[in-house]
């Protein structure tokens, strides 16, 4: 069965800053997905980034970035320029391929995230 | 293009009591999925469907939790008789079929007391 794994329940970091959340997985599978998302208070969850298991290059969209190690099963986050608006849990999600052309997702425990002014 | 839809946004209840709360996914995302969010947990899927059949609800309680989706748009998540530990926040999400990127409503917040 697949886990993931996010072992800091709580960070901080300076607006402006940089911060890095990690994350670890395990599967046997050798096709998947991997996602983090964001959820503010309003508690809707918003994609921040994905990350095809296949590609070796790191996914980056504007000021966020992943580094993805496949052998190491580690999929880390990282916020450059952190702003007010990045104040909020984080979620590490796992995603293969499911029955009937679904998906299979699997969620870490989060990280919140606080930037101070 | 609306989102996926939920409500209420928030529920309180006595325990032994029943509950229902609703979900419209986006238009022509033929996959629904129902997600339990405990404080300080991540999301567990509950059931999740590919238009209205069940493709996975190995961890519903079905004893208590019930769901439907009929003519495969809008959803329902019914529990009964309502526990403390049923206090979480569920999270509707929906998909277009064949397509990994999940759209989340805003979750219903029930509180069991």
């Known amino acids: 069965a697949q886990t993931v794994t996010q072992s800091q329940p709580e960070m901080s970091v300076q607006e402006a800053e940089t911060v890095t959340l990690s994350c670890t997985y395990d599967?046997?599978?050798?096709?998947?997905?991997l996602f983090w998302y964001k959820q503010p208070p309003s508690r809707q969850m918003i994609l921040v980034i994905r990350q095809e298991a296949y590609k070796q290059q790191n996914a980056t969209e504007n000021r966020f970035s992943v580094n993805f190690q496949k052998a190491a099963k580690s999929f880390s986050l990282k916020i450059s320029d952190s702003q007010l608006g990045d104040t909020a849990m984080y979620f590490c999600a796992f995603m293969k391929q499911w029955v009937s052309g679904t998906y299979k997702y699997i969620f870490g425990t989060g990280t919140r995230l606080k930037v101070l002014a | 293009e609306a989102g996926v839809a939920q409500s209420p946004r928030y529920k309180i209840i006595e325990k032994r009591q029943s509950v229902a709360f609703w979900c419209n996914p986006i238009s022509g995302h033929a996959t629904l999925y129902w997600y339990q969010q405990i404080l300080g947990q991540g999301p567990k899927l509950l059931i999740q469907f590919q238009n209205n059949g069940v493709v996975d609800d190995s961890q519903l309680p079905k004893d208590r939790f019930s769901a439907e989706r009929l003519k495969g748009v809008d959803s329902t998540l019914k529990i009964q008789p309502a526990k403390l530990e049923d206090s979480a926040v569920y999270l509707c999400?929906?998909?277009?079929?064949?397509?990994?990127?999940?759209?989340f409503g805003s979750g219903t917040q029930l509180s069991v007391l």
């Open positions: 999400a929906s998909s277009l079929s064949g397509s990994e990127k999940l759209f």
């Open positions: 599967t046997s599978e050798n096709n998947y997905y």
